[in-house]
C-alpha cells in the first residue's frame, strides 16, 4: 500500500508562482512513478508531468514547458512541481498519482492518488 501526501497549492495571481509537493510512504517500487494530473469540472484529467522517482528523469507536458519544473528529493520519494509564470486557464485541481509502471501511468491510470489539492488563478 502506497500513501500519498500532497501539500501546497491555493489562490495566486494571474503571472504568479505557486509549489505543488507529494510524499509517498509505503513500498517503493509501488511508486517507481510519480505524476502531476489537473482536472476542471466539465473536462477530462489532463497529465501535468511525470517523473522516473529513481533518476529524477522527468516529462513536462507542452501547455508548461517553459513555466513548470518537475523535480524529486534526495530521498527519492517526494515529488515537486514547480509552477511559474501561472494563468487563469491552470486553475483546476491537482492530483498527485503513482504507479510501478511508467506505461500506466503515461496513459492517465495510476495505482495510487492524492486526495488533490486546488489552484486557484486570478486574472
Known amino acids: 500500500l502506497v500513501q500519498l501526501e500532497e501539500c501546497g497549492g491555493g489562490a495566486v495571481q494571474s503571472g504568479g508562482c505557486l509549489m505543488l509537493s507529494c510524499a509517498a510512504s509505503g513500498k517503493k517500487s509501488d511508486s517507481a512513478f510519480m505524476g502531476w494530473f489537473r482536472q476542471v469540472p466539465g473536462k477530462e484529467r489532463e497529465k501535468v508531468a511525470t517523473?522516473?522517482?529513481?533518476?529524477?528523469?522527468?516529462y513536462i507536458d507542452d501547455f508548461g514547458q517553459g513555466r513548470f519544473t518537475i523535480s524529486r528529493d534526495d530521498d527519492k520519494t517526494t515529488m515537486n512541481l514547480r509552477m511559474t509564470v501561472l494563468k487563469p486557464e491552470d486553475s483546476a485541481v491537482y492530483y498527485c498519482a503513482a504507479e510501478e509502471s511508467y506505461r500506466t501511468l503515461w496513459e492517465g491510470r495510476a495505482s495510487f492518488w492524492g486526495q488533490g489539492n486546488q489552484v486557484t488563478v486570478s486574472s
Open positions: 517523473i522516473q522517482m529513481d533518476n529524477g528523469n522527468g
